[in-house]
């Protein structure tokens, strides 16, 4: 898997935007991911859900999901989201994401430099971000190598199985 990710950035949050407000009340009601896909971000955009090209992206301010998430995390995976990058995460959230295998990246400055709409290309293995639109690059640490491992195998529980596994048949 080369962990590069492109596309344009469909949502830019603020600073300390909590989890929750991402699908808003209808996480405490809906559950199921392919559901509550269709009510992430409305309180915002009310056309959000039908403007989303799979392959987008997120971009965030610091302390991103600072709150419980109540489910939004699966639902922007469901949407098609390629990867989050963000300033800082809250760590529940950055925690849901790789549990997920939802790509997350955080990058120190990444609020000044990407905006919504352009187009960017982000190497979780490197830590390179390049905004295509702008031609502007940079550069963070790259996600640690479990992260990798997690998403590779297409989650958390399946990573589990695949190391159960390996260890019982070495």
């Not at 849901?96 to 120190?108: D, F, N, Q, W």
Request: hydrophobic share 35%; proline share 6%.
């Amino acid at each position: 898997m080369d962990f590069l990710y492109r596309g344009k950035v469909a949502w830019k949050f603020e600073d300390y935007f909590p989890g929750d407000l991402i699908v808003g009340r209808m996480g405490l009601i809906e559950k199921d991911p392919e559901k509550l896909k269709n009510y992430l971000l409305t309180s915002y955009d009310p056309e959000f859900p039908k403007k989303f090209k799979k392959g987008d992206l997120m971009v965030a301010g610091r302390y991103f999901g600072g709150t419980r998430d109540h489910g939004a995390m699966r639902a922007l995976q469901a949407l098609g989201v390629s990867c989050i990058i963000a300033e800082s995460f809250g760590r529940p959230i950055l925690r849901r994401c790789i549990t997920y295998a939802l790509p997350a990246l955080e990058c120190v400055g990444i609020s000044m430099f990407a905006n919504q709409y352009e187009e960017l290309e982000v190497n979780l293995r490197t830590g390179e971000i390049k905004n295509l639109t702008t031609g502007q690059s940079a550069k963070t640490s790259p996600a640690p190598e479990v992260q990798l491992e997690i998403i590779e195998a297409g989650g958390f529980i399946p990573y589990l199985r695949k190391k159960i596994k390996e260890e019982q048949n070495p």
